[in-house]
């Protein structure tokens, strides 16, 4: 299986990045296609519209945990996978990228832990 990364799309692509995959449903403001230096946009792949309001719109402490249950359950039901599974048998290297600020609970974290143990 490829080594999977994870990386904001507000930090520089380097060639250690691999594959570049944007992963939200919505173009990073403020970013370049040319700065961007994506192989692949796979918006299909992120949460959907609604699952990612509720989350950035609540207040309940236990949002994270809510966020994550919703979101791997669309993912089992998501057709998308499959394309990143063969994009996975094809290369070495493939980094997800993410445009929100938190590095620590975001939606790629989870799609990473999914896929490896998918």
């Known amino acids: 299986m490829a080594s999977i990364n994870i990386k904001r799309i507000y930090k520089p692509a380097e060639d250690s990045d691999g594959f570049r995959i944007l992963v939200d449903r919505l173009w990073p403001r403020g970013i370049s296609k040319e700065v961007a230096k994506l192989n692949l946009w796979m918006k299909d792949i992120a949460p959907s519209t609604e699952l990612r309001q509720q989350f950035h719109h609540s207040d309940d402490p236990n ?4 966020f994550k249950a919703a979101y791997l359950a669309e993912l089992r039901q998501n057709g998308a996978i499959q394309q990143l599974t063969n994009l ?4 070495e290297t493939i980094t997800l990228l ?21």
């Open 98 to 118: 993410f445009s929100v600020p938190d590095e620590h609970q975001n939606h790629a974290l989870i799609l990473r832990e999914f896929i490896i143990h998918q």
């Open 88 to 91: 996975l048998a094809d290369h």
């Open 63 to 66: 949002k994270w945990d809510k």
